[in-house]
């Protein structure tokens, strides 16, 4: 395939063209590496390399200006701002930087396109005022001010320019306007350079003013690359920029214009992929690739260019492994880089000014991979001690302090100590994080290179945010900083090393201008991306934008129009990807480009909805066996001794007995930021057992009990801090369900005090009574046994009672059974009657009971029920029940209780899932 570039090279050789005394001038500098590396493979004698430059390097020569940074740009505009604002009516730099970009960009605009500043600046500031005309005499102060706003934009432009002047340095539209008013000085002084244009197409006015000089000056000669398709065609906006200058540039009705190409009809592949979602879309890029490399292994000529430039670091991850050779012309976003995720949590936690820390913020600080290592010494990880400390003692907000007490470390100073608002505090605080991290990887410096090239960029970032801050003083708080440093990073990338002429191209749409490749991959090619669409960042009204000549969203959408087309105008292999799933932010449908491309029916093209491979899921319940190192593990457990809620726990799902019993898994602690409900249910059991310690074997009395209510508030807050440790109880949720545990115990109170007055005998027996039973199973061979706590036992009228206490809600269905072989098999309907009738085995057989007794659950959230006591239906429509438990009630479930350990002890038996 020839390239427009070596047909260009080509023209002028045939011609006996001057290489070494030629200009050069591009639309990108990528453009320059390639024009080299045709030239080399056409001249065949030895010459000096000819100037190749970018437009934007030819422009600074000529306006003798150099460009400085949006951001810089900002600052010195805030300056400008400072000086033509009175003191009471200045906004902070922060809300200033909001408006003052997009200002920045209409003077950007109206001097690249060389519009007379006064004219139109005049012109906005009348439209607003007839915009907001009153009826009123006097206008309100708001309108007043608005009004004053664009009155003085002319103001604000003329101090900004003549300040950039004065420091030989300007915006790009400031240096273009200069460049055009200089171009007839610069060709009076150098009338025998010769100069190559090729490869433009929107040009802006003081670009077109610039190069029509040159020709017309016989200095200059202009390439274009447009095809006979778009040009002829007065509706496709491939050609929309090159069909006007060709139609009203003067030079061009005395001179041919070059070139009007016909590669866009002949034969070529063109394969459609609708993916859904970005990462599909990568992942078929790989697939693709894949399927090319094939036939072409080294990939000449070949690039994947991306409609959206978010998907990089999906495509790397996508490209096949045995693709060597790779050159990606964009830079990987520095605020990609894990380093940036430190800083944004620095900044998280300090620019809000407080004194104490949320716990979340300080362990994913602590826990950073740039931080840990940090915190290492001798015996431990002090890091990892603060986290622990956290969680043990629910800390949710922490002081320096408070970290001071864990650890002895200077760098936990260094991270949390306060930035007081004060930028450049923050900023040298930054400096020594990064010299901190610096010295440690300089360890072990060879298995670091590329995190301390990550840290050199973050370090030279903030040498650019210390130098504005020292040069314009303008950053005076740390909520001003953030929103600076996000700007920088924002723009920053590391740049990637490759052969650039060598393999795989990966690039951005605008980095492929003047290129051409063999085979293409186009992806994101939907609406909303390309062509971007309707957007309106200006102060500059749609029609004043039209009226002046000025682009608006139809222009910057041709622009695209014409990249998209110029891609496949000399490509023989192009695959074109969009994304099939609608997407109110990113678009959703595939782009205007896609159909047009059909509805033109120039080029056969294959369509195919990808869809992704869905694998087949193994919907089969998990089985473990036992193993002789489980059967090992369970002797010991039966040993031991299995608990109720153990037992119950097998009932509910084996193989979760087997994680907790066998691997010892427990559940992930962490924070209780709200006190969690086995916490409240823990608090009401100790209380209650406080509070009935003292009458323990003493009948009860109503005084009793009245003289129960006055402790409760402090034996709830005594065992809340026991177990709650250092969590916060006096607001938000917290607070609520302290009082709700307040409110249980005294409900619980009331209902005894109403059970005395109605003639009721209530004496307490045990409160948390421990008992460590062994069961005979002689089936096993083993020693097993039993153990558990008991809420309470007491004596109502003379009968025995077993009670355990429940925080959430129990009915009194979940207490009664029907057939005793279905007690361990439905966790959900028996296991509360499991667990009481546990109890009350493990009682009898500690110290044998006075029969019949009763045993039930106490439900704090239904205490209407009063104990809901254990019972057997005859029927399932029986409405009462035997409630009364004798020793055949305790043999059936002795029955019961030894099948189930059995058959969690059977080595034939594997642990199998249940669904949950």
Known sequence: MKSFIFDVLNDLNNRDADFSNLTFILPSKRAGVFLRQELSTLVEKTIFSPKIISIEEFVEELAELKTITNTELLFEFYNSYLELTPRREREAFESFSKWAQILLQDFNEIDRYLIPQKEIFDYLSAIKKLDHWSLEPEKTEFVSNYLKFWDKLKVYYNHFNTSLMARKSGYQGLVYREAANNIDAYCAANPNKSHIFLGFNALNTAEETIIQKLLDSTMAEIFWDIDTSFLENPIHDAALFTRKHKKNWPYFKSHPFNWVTENYKKENNITLYGVPKNIGQAKTVGAILDTIIIENPELKSTAVVLGDENLLIPILNSIPKKIDALNITMGFPLQSIPLASLFELLFTIHKKGQQTFYYKDVISVLSHQFIKPLFENDDNNEASKIIEAIKINNLVYLSLEDLKTYSSNPLTTLLFSNWQNNSQQAISNCFNIITTIKEHLSENKSNNLLSLEHLFRFNTLFNELYRLNESYNHIKDISALYSIYNELLSSETLDFKGEPLQGLQVMGMLESRVLDFETVILTS????????????????????????????????????????????????????????????????????????????????????????????????????????????????????????????????????????????????????????????????????????????????????????????????????????????????????????????????????????????????????????????????????????????????????????????????????????????????????????????????????????????????????????????????????????????????????????????????????EKEV
């Open 525 to 912: 090619v939907n609406e909303g991306i390309l062509p971007s669409g309707k957007s309106n960042n200006s102060f500059i009204p749609f029609d004043v934008k039209i009226e002046n000549n000025l682009p608006t969203y139809k222009e910057k959408d041709a622009v695209y129009t014409y990249h998209f087309y110029r891609l496949l105008q000399r490509a023989k292999n192009i695959y074109i990807l969009y994304n099939t799933e609608p997407d109110a932010l990113t678009g959703g449908e595939k782009s205007r480009f896609i159909n047009q491309l059909q509805l033109e029916n120039i080029h056969q093209i294959k369509h195919h909805i990808v869809v992704p491979q869905v694998p087949t899921l193994d919907i089969s319940l998990k089985e473990v066996l036992k193993t002789d190192s489980a059967i090992v593990k369970l002797k010991e457990v039966a040993k031991n001794g299995f608990s109720p809620s153990s037992l119950t726990s097998y009932m509910r799902n084996p193989l979760a007995f087997y994680y907790q019993k066998l691997l010892g898994i427990k559940d992930l602690e962490d924070v209780e930021e709200t006190v969690a409900a086995n916490t409240l249910g823990t608090v009401v059991h100790d209380t209650l057992e406080a509070l009935y310690e003292p009458f323990i074997n003493v009948l009860l009395t109503v005084d009793n009990i009245k003289e129960m209510k006055s402790k409760i508030e402090d034996l709830i807050t005594h065992f809340f801090k026991k177990q709650y440790k250092d969590g916060d109880l006096t607001k938000g949720k917290n607070l609520i369900i302290f009082e709700i545990a307040k409110r249980y115990v005294l409900n619980f109170l009331n209902i005894e005090i109403k059970d005395l007055k109605q003639g009721n005998t209530i004496k307490i027996i045990a409160l948390e009574q421990k008992s460590d039973i062994p069961i005979d199973i002689p089936e096993l061979g083993f020693k097993v046994a039993l153990r558990g706590t008991v809420d309470r036992v007491d004596e109502y009228n003379g009968v025995t009672r077993i009670i355990d206490y429940k925080t959430g809600k129990v009915t009194p269905g979940e207490v009664s059974i029907l057939d005793w072989e279905d007690i361990t098999t439905d966790y959900k309907k028996y296991s509360k009657s499991f667990q009481i009738l546990t109890y009350a085995y493990m009682i009898h057989a500690q110290k044998p009971l006075n029969f019949p007794v009763e045993a039930g659950i106490i439900s704090f959230k239904n205490l209407s029920s009063g104990v809901m006591k254990f019972g057997v239906k005859e029927s399932p429509y029986a409405k009462t029940k035997d409630s009364l438990i004798t020793q055949d009630t305790l043999n059936h479930f002795e029955k019961e209780l030894k099948k189930l350990i059995i058959e969690i002890c059977n080595p034939e038996i594997p642990f199998i």
